[in-house]
Each structure stands twice: as C-alpha cells, then as structure tokens.
C-alpha cells in the first residue's frame, strides 16, 4: 500500500486542502515509524496506510483518514499527543487518543469483555468517527494475523467476535462485521474454514457459472420487457454464516437454503415490489422466507426485500432486491450517514443521539455487569416489531409484553394501561408480544400510577425507569417523567419516518 493509493481513493470526493492534510499527516508518521518493522517484516508503515485505505474506501472525512495514518504514532514511537495536538489539532489529537485508548484494553475474560464494551460505547458517544478507525485498525491487524503466536491469535480473534462484530452489526456497518467474521472463523476453526473454503470454490465454479447465470439471464429478460432498469449479482453469503447454519440448525453445506443467492439493485422502491412481483411469477415462491425489510427495516437499518423461491430443478435460491441507496447503507450502515462522500460538509447532523441516549438510560446501573446486561437486552438481543392500531411500527427487545409497548407509545399511556387487545383478542399485559402483533392499549382515565407489580414481568428500560418513579417518593422525579414523554430508544436514523412514527416526538 502506498500513500498515492490512499490519495487516489479520498481524491473521488476531497478537496485539495484534504489531501494535503492526509499527505501531511503521512509524512509525520513515515517519519515517526521510520525503521521500524512488523511481525511479519513489512516496513510498520504499512499498517497506517491500510487503515487510511479503509477508512477512505469508506469514504469518511480528510481529519479520520488522517487520525488513521497517525493512529499507533503515540503508543509505538518517540512522538506523543501532544506532538499531534500542536500539528494536527484538537480534532485529530482527540481521535488518536481515543483510539490508543481502546487499543490499550487487552482482552482477559469477562470482566475486561465488559468494561471493553462499555469503553467502545462511551468512545462512541463522544465521536462515533472513534470506532471506524477502531474498525480499520482491526481488520488490518486481523488480515495480518497468522503472522501471531497461537494464542495472541485466538484473543484477537475471540475479542473480535465478542465486541466488534457486534457493534458492526449494532452500525449496521456488514462490509466490515463480514470480512470480520470469515477472517475470526479462519483462525479459530481453521479445518472447518478450509473444508467449507473449499467447497465454496467447487460449487462456484460448477453452480455459479451455470445455475446463477441461467437464473439471472430469465429475471434480466423479464426486467427488461417491463422497461426496469436493473444489475444483477450471484453471490455466496459469506462462510461464517453459512457455518453457523450448519451449526444452529444441524445441516450439511447444501442444505443450508441461501448459499445460492442474487442480489437484484434497481432504481428506486417502487420497482423493487414490482421485481419481487417478476421473481414470483416466474419461480414459485418458499412464502415462510419472506421478507419485507424495506417496509420494516431491521434494528439496525437494514432494508432490503428478501425471497426464497424454488428455482430451475427445484434448487432453493434467495433474492435480495434493493435499490442504489439502500445497497450503500446495507454495505456501510451507519457509517454511510458520516460518509464525507456522499454528504460532503452538508453532512446530516450526527446520528450518534441514540448512543448518548443509552448511556444516559445506563448511567444508574450500580456496576458494569449491569450495565451490560441491560445493553445486551435493550440492543444485542433479537428485538420485534409491533403496530400500534394504525399501523405506526414500534422496535422493542424480544420477550416485551405489552406494558413495554404501552410505554414505548407514551408514559402516560403505560401509566393508564388497564387492558389490552392484541390483534383484535383480548390480551394480558404480562403476555409475550410477538412480531407484527397489532397492539391497543385501554386505559383507564381515572388510573394515576402504574402497578408496581409490573416490574416483575416488564423488559424494556423505559419501562422499568418509568415504574419505578413512581416507587420513588420524590417529587421531582415525577414531575421529570410527566415532562418528558420522549421514549428513550430512539428512531433509528436510517428508518423512513413513514416506517416508524412517534406520535409523541
Ligand atoms: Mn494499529
């Protein structure tokens, strides 16, 4: 890798003054890391600059690029911050400390695991731009990692799936999480990686060529006749997640139904509805794999249209449709809404609320266990969508019953809640909600508190925070939850306001 590389890609949409602060800060840290040599014997330079690459692939801002290049500059040579600070300024000095921050934490067991993912999260709130330089860092390290002992190795490689991968997944950010993942898979099963690998290159060879392209040229035809514009690509899903098929679900490699998959881009939503309407009419759909993650995007803000049909020879093959846009976030997740690229300086205000929000909602957790407990419930677990009677969706961690709901919608509709109908049948408020159940809540006007027996059953924080107020003889803390209805997880920046409406915002 060479800085002209590096250049070459942020050139496609930086500014002159842009480059020459990233040629700038190259220079400082070319001069920084001058002899030294990686494990595996290349000048250290080369680390820097890989960073740098991916993080202008993902076509962030000229300050991140070079916090990139100047990353490991205080922790490795005679440099420090301060050094950086009087150069490169505040900005940059913030997010190279930060990174050297996290990368002091080593990972040993569960208690460094928690207090790491608290750090992550706390590195997060103050500047989101911390993690992807994180990111990068990373899947470098972990592209160069056979060069390591064994056992460094299996750390690096199980504290990436334990913490990153799913705060990638978290940011929606899948062009990382699965180069993540396959490169983790490889090192810590590496006979099942090799056997799958190269299982891979035989079916793709065979099957790609003939069955996908004989797929591809019907649906292409198709399109075509209808006047959509459209690209179409055959591809494996990544061996990670075929393996973690293999194992949930106990099948062999062809048995596990999306190894064979096509990914069909057209222009805008609309024709995606009317390709998926093409893909029925000519193979007969597996309707239990459908699904509609354009209308209900998943948690972390992936959409897209996903079927199974039984193609030529009755071979299960999925469809994924988007369009141009919704492509870029699927690859880029958050981080697509900080891509300098794509928003240059009239970049959206900074998505990172909703991170802040879960601190603050967090900050009363009497210890770290806590606090990841309730992260991991309120965030990495499974999480549903239910309606409200007119349609609006509402996001809330599996095992919600409807108090969570009630609560979602308003507090002081949970604080009234005396009944509920759950798709039009009488319901109870302690039972388990489902996805896409229509939820109503009754209330009672005359209601002033919530049962405090409620607390046994209630998942979400929100709701739990809003009961427990009222256990709490302090006045003020009432008069705080009557003047702040807001639910505190927020509306994912990526979800279409006609998704998910808050009446209440
Ligand atoms: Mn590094």
């Given at each position: 890798m060479t800085i002209n590389q590096v250049i070459a890609q942020a050139r496609n949409y930086l500014s002159e003054n842009d480059i020459a602060l990233i040629k700038s800060a190259y220079n400082f840290a070319a001069q920084a890391h001058r002899g030294q040599k990686r494990i595996t014997g290349e000048p250290y330079l080369e680390h820097p600059l890989q960073t740098a690459f991916i993080l202008a692939q993902m076509g962030l801002d000229a300050k991140t690029i070079a916090a990139g290049l100047l990353h490991d500059v205080p922790e490795d040579t005679k440099y420090k911050l301060a050094d950086i600070k009087k150069i490169f300024g505040e900005d940059i000095a913030f997010l190279v400390d930060s990174v050297t921050k996290l990368s002091?934490?080593?990972?040993?067991g569960q208690i460094r695991y928690r207090e790491g993912l608290k750090k992550m999260f706390l590195a997060m709130a103050k500047d989101i731009r911390v993690i992807f330089i994180k990111f990068a860092d990373r899947l470098h390290n972990l592209r160069t990692l056979e060069y390591l002992p064994d056992i460094k190795r299996q750390s690096i490689a199980n504290e990436t799936l334990d913490i990153y991968v799913p705060i990638a997944d978290l940011l929606g950010i899948w062009h990382l999480k699965w180069q993540m993942e396959d490169l983790c898979f490889k090192y810590l099963h590496p006979a099942e990686y090799q056997e799958l690998s190269q299982k891979y290159q035989i079916d793709k060879k065979l099957?790609?060529?003939q069955y996908i392209k004989r797929m591809t040229k019907e649906l292409g035809q198709a399109l075509d006749k209808l006047n959509i514009p459209h690209e179409i690509n055959g591809r494996f899903k990544h061996l990670y997640s075929i393996w973690q098929k293999m194992q949930d679900k106990n099948r062999k490699f062809n048995e596990i139904y999306d190894v064979f998959a096509l990914r069909v881009i057209v222009p805008d939503i609309d024709s995606c509805y009317r390709t998926l309407g093409v893909i029925h009419n000519l193979w007969r759909p597996n309707m239990s794999r459908f699904k509609d993650y354009i209308a209900l995007p998943k948690p972390n803000g992936y959409q897209s249209l996903h079927t199974t049909v039984f193609g030529p020879e009755g071979k299960a093959t999925e469809f994924q449709i988007r369009t141009p846009e919704i492509h870029e976030r699927a690859q880029y997740g958050m981080a697509a809404y900080w891509s300098y690229k794509k928003y240059g300086s009239k970049r959206p205000a900074p998505h990172v609320g909703w991170i802040q929000e879960i601190l603050n909602a967090q900050k009363n957790s009497p210890d770290t266990k806590t606090f990841i407990q309730q992260l991991r419930l309120d965030i990495f677990n499974d999480r549903l969508f239910v309606l409200s009677p007119k349609g609006d969706v509402y996001e809330l961690p599996t095992g919600s019953t409807p108090i969570d709901f009630a609560y979602a919608v308003h507090t002081d509709i949970g604080n009234k809640a005396k009944g509920v109908l759950i798709n039009n049948k009488i319901g109870q408020l302690d039972e388990l909600l489902h996805n896409n159940d229509i939820v109503e809540i009754i209330i009672d006007k005359q209601q002033t508190a919530p049962d405090p027996a409620w607390l046994k059953f209630v998942k979400t924080t929100k709701a739990k925070n809003s009961i427990r107020q009222y256990l709490k003889p302090s006045p003020v803390n009432r008069l705080l939850s009557l003047a702040n209805?807001?639910?505190?997880?927020?509306?994912?920046?990526?979800?279409?306001p006609s998704a998910k409406k808050n009446k209440d915002h």
């Open positions: 002091n934490l080593e990972y040993h099957e790609l060529n209805p807001q639910h505190w997880w927020p509306q994912h920046p990526s979800q279409k």
